[in-house]
């Protein structure tokens, strides 16, 4: 029997063991489409790289049930039309529309919608990131009911599972709330655009970010104090604008973003946060709301930075909650996300409660994907050196946490599944991806390859080389913290 043979077997064994993977989508988790194959290309390569890798790391006794299995033959198809066949050319500006998402061939959900442009730099790519607002909230594919979605393209991270690898981990952390996503095949107007992840929008709800959403008169003592969503991002410096002329929201200089978002400044070297919910702040009915977050937002960033720092009754303990926290820093320092502690965080503060990290978003350009701020770099710390979390390294006991955090994940299997996951889902994709591709670019155009190109990233050509490249990446990168977080 062939080693690639040999390595097939024992990944259909492992998936008859758990009960055949995706037949039951955990909450939070990814649904296998019916109608599987086990023949692939990535599926033979990429198991070969799996076992010449293997550490002596703990893996799961059986399969997870967010396991990808098998190859999808058939994506749900999500079809989008606009009024008029209106071209979307706004970030800004909703067009009015239909949709039809319809899985092998069933109708899933339908309804009217609203959609425009998304993202920032992925906004200037050629495959479009999309926002939907749906006239009725609705439950799609499997995902608890909403009005307010995302398509992710996916453009810069050519295996197209990136995010995906990084919502699992998200949800294995234990954070309160990953957003759940599913891949689809996109049309618009009746032209395919690829494979895309329908994702749930960040924001307060039940089945989201569950915390108290304020309304104006909530104005006591107790109410005042939550919730608030924010989002920390370097375009909402005050001084993003100064010598920037090709970003829309910067008008002779001035940051414009900053007359729509309320920002909470930070004293000691980070981008601001501002929010996302309330989302009125600017309005003087607000001004209550407005003056507590500020003062509470102050108060942290002066415990974090003050002389009692370490104290866990006056220092940042008393503001900030210190698990989601050290969840959030090695979530992103192990996959060396470029946007960490930058742009796409998030926090949220519950009524009466400390402020928390997450959820977690954006990691296309993360696990050795970005050409720049030396993130292709598998060795060396990453957003260790954002100024607060230099602050809270400076503390014993957070450090102390970060190490015990890291050999429970190790130990519990949790480090190593992310490389069984990221194969598996590569072998679920590879249909699909040769669909996608087959519009888009595998070898990235001169006007691009700036963000990702490195060494020989970013020109392989090649779907199976580019998820060999990332899972030996984050296979170097997890041993370096290995080495670095157990002595």
Avoid at 275 to 304: C, F, G, K, M
Wanted: a negative charge; proline letters at 3%; charged letters at 20%.
């Amino acid at each position: 029997m062939s080693v690639k043979r040999f390595f097939l077997v024992v990944l259909l064994v492992l998936v008859q063991s758990c009960g055949g993977g995706g037949s039951k989508m955990p909450a939070g988790g990814q649904s296998s489409a019916p109608g599987f194959s086990s023949n692939s290309s990535v599926s033979s390569s990429s198991l070969s790289t799996s076992s010449s890798s293997l550490s002596s790391w703990a893996s799961y006794s059986s399969m997870p049930a967010d396991l990808p299995t098998g190859t999808v033959e058939e994506l749900p198809l999500l079809d989008l039309m606009t009024e008029n066949s209106a071209a979307i050319t706004s970030k800004e500006t909703y067009v009015n529309g239909s949709f039809t998402l319809a899985s092998a061939g069933v109708t899933d959900a339908s309804g009217t919608l609203e959609v425009r442009g998304r993202g920032n730099s992925t906004w200037d790519w050629p495959k479009k990131p999309y926002r939907l607002k749906l006239t009725a909230s609705t439950s799609l594919l499997g995902m608890p009911k909403g009005k307010n979605w995302v398509l992710l393209a996916n453009y810069a991270d050519k295996t197209m599972v990136r995010n995906d690898v990084a919502f699992m981990f998200s949800r294995s952390l234990g954070f309160e709330w990953t957003p759940r996503a599913q891949y689809v095949e996109l049309k618009l107007n009746g032209a395919y655009q690829g494979v895309y992840q329908l994702v749930e929008h960040i924001r307060i709800d039940k089945d989201r970010v569950n915390i108290d959403e304020l309304k104006v008169g909530d104005i006591d003592s107790d109410k005042i104090t939550g919730g608030y969503l924010m989002e920390v991002d370097f375009r909402h410096n005050i001084n993003y604008c100064i010598n920037n002329s090709y970003d829309a929201v910067c008008q002779n200089g001035v940051n414009t973003s900053r007359n729509v978002d309320f920002c909470l400044d930070s004293s000691h070297g980070m981008e601001p946060a501002c929010l996302s919910n309330p989302e009125t702040l600017h309005d003087s009915l607000w001004v209550n709301q407005r003056n507590y977050i500020q003062t509470y937002y102050a108060n942290a960033e002066a415990a974090l930075f003050g002389e009692n720092f370490k104290d866990p009754n006056v220092g940042y303990a008393a503001y900030f909650d210190v698990d989601s926290v050290v969840n959030y820093y090695i979530e992103n320092e192990l996959f060396r996300n470029v946007d960490g502690a930058l742009a796409s965080f998030y926090m949220y503060k519950k009524r009466n409660g400390k402020i928390f990290f997450g959820p977690i978003w954006d990691f296309d350009l993360s696990m050795g994907n970005a050409g720049y701020s030396d993130a292709s770099n598998f060795a060396g710390w990453h957003i260790r050196y954002a100024t607060w979390f230099i602050q809270l390294f400076k503390d014993p006991a957070f450090e102390a946490k970060v190490k015990v955090r890291w050999k429970e994940l190790k130990d519990e299997g949790k480090l190593e599944y992310i490389f069984q996951y990221a194969q598996a889902r590569a072998v679920w994709l590879e249909e699909q991806q040769k669909e996608n591709y087959q519009i888009w670019p595998l070898v990235d155009t001169e006007d691009f390859i700036s963000w990702v190109q490195h060494g020989t990233h970013g020109g392989t050509g090649s779907y199976d080389a580019e998820v060999k490249e990332l899972i030996s990446w984050q296979r170097k990168r997890a041993q370096w913290m290995d080495a670095q977080l157990s002595q």
